[in-house]
């Protein structure tokens, strides 16, 4: 398995900018995909976006298609999400998680980075 780490929250006002890296150690060759995750306070867990590992392919929530860019630098095991037009409504604490094979949950969660937009 992998090890996560997520940087890059913050306080923004709305309208600007952040981006997130997640930095993952340990087994990165038995990664199949990436995905960042939110929790706003009080609120379940949601899928934001995803990538696969090996390869090209993303996937975006609605709500921040068109918004929100997730990336990879493979060289470096690392995972970014641009995050731009940022609403008050995407205020929360930010999760980079792996996942092992297409038909398994994500298993391996980092530690979460808090986003903080005031409007």
């Known amino acids: 398995q992998v090890q996560l780490v997520e940087s890059g929250g913050g306080l923004v006002q709305a309208g600007g900018s952040l981006r997130l890296s997640c930095a993952a150690s340990?087994?990165?060759?038995?990664?199949?995909?990436m995905a960042w995750f939110r929790q706003a306070s009080g609120k379940e867990r949601d899928f934001v976006s995803g990538?696969?590992?090996?390869?090209?392919?993303?996937y975006y929530a609605d709500s921040v298609k068109g918004r929100f860019t997730i990336s990879k630098d493979n060289a470096k095991n690392t995972v970014y999400l641009q995050m731009n037009s940022l609403k008050p409504q995407d205020t929360a604490v930010y999760y980079c998680?792996?996942?092992?094979?297409?038909?398994?949950?994500?298993?391996?969660w980092g530690q979460g980075t808090r986003v903080t937009i005031s409007s």
């Open positions: 340990g087994r990165t060759f038995s990664v199949y995909a």
């Open positions: 990538i696969l590992w090996s390869g090209d392919n993303t």
């Open positions: 998680a792996a996942q092992y094979s297409p038909a398994s949950n994500f298993t391996s």
